[in-house]
């Protein structure tokens, strides 16, 4: 009665279970003894999905209005927290960072929202709406927590979680990528011009800004 594999992502809840979603399910199967544990989503089919083998920690959303994203256990199967943000309609993509208790997730159509969560405290710490840009992939960097990596069908952007006691902001930086031939094109250095060289033959380079309009 719950078979199949999506396309959805999959991960390990474990050494050695891995956990997916299946319809209305986040199925675990025991690599080694074979054996398969349900958890079934009440409220209707699986949306964006989840796991973090460190804290043995899943989190899910459910597809309806106003989505909701719960927080499970494992192998416990207890309901930790439920997550409440401004989404409409869905959550396309969620992501554990590999230390601390964040959550990082991101809403579809109307919003677009990326958000970063405490889900110990149930707490949103900030968020960036993008309009008309579709994730593909979101992930945490595995030695800071304060860094997102987030892809689209076109570019990468490296999201900075700026922290400041207790406010959070989210700082963009789009990562340049190759061209069709392979070149990745020079920075533009909005300080120094772009024939700035290390030993000038013909003097100092100057700041842009200092350049008078004489040769």
Same mark, same amino acid.
């Given at each position: 009665w719950v078979q199949g594999f999506s396309n959805k992502n999959f991960g390990f809840i474990n050494n050695q279970t891995a956990c997916y979603p299946c319809g209305n399910y986040i199925l675990f199967l025991d690599i080694e003894t074979k054996k398969t544990t349900v958890l079934q989503c009440e409220t209707g089919q699986v949306g964006a999905f989840a796991a973090n083998g460190n804290s043995q920690v899943l989190a899910f959303s459910d597809r309806k209005l106003n989505p909701i994203i719960y927080i499970y256990t494992f192998p416990e199967l207890n309901k930790l927290t439920e997550l409440k943000g401004n989404a409409q309609l869905d959550y396309t993509l969620l992501a554990f960072s590999f230390t601390g208790p964040y959550l990082a997730s991101y809403s579809s159509i109307p919003e677009f929202v990326?958000? #970063?969560?405490?889900?110990?405290?149930?707490?949103?710490?900030?968020?960036?709406?993008?309009?008309?840009?579709?994730?593909?992939?979101?992930?945490?960097?595995?030695?800071?927590?304060?860094?997102?990596?987030? #892809? %689209?069908?076109?570019? !990468?952007? !490296?999201?900075? !979680?700026?922290?400041? %006691?207790?406010e959070h902001h989210l700082k963009r930086n789009p990562v340049k990528l190759p061209d069709e031939q392979g070149s990745v094109s020079p920075q533009e250095d909005l300080f120094f011009p772009v024939t700035r060289s290390e030993d000038p033959y013909h003097g100092p380079d100057l700041p842009v800004s200092a350049v008078a309009g004489l040769v």
């Open positions: 990326l958000s #970063v969560w405490n889900w110990q405290e149930n707490r949103l710490l900030c968020s960036e709406s993008q309009p008309g840009v579709t994730a593909t992939s979101l992930s945490f960097n595995p030695m800071n927590w304060q860094q997102l990596c987030f #892809v %689209n069908e076109s570019s !990468i952007t !490296i999201w900075h !979680i700026e922290k400041n %006691n207790d």
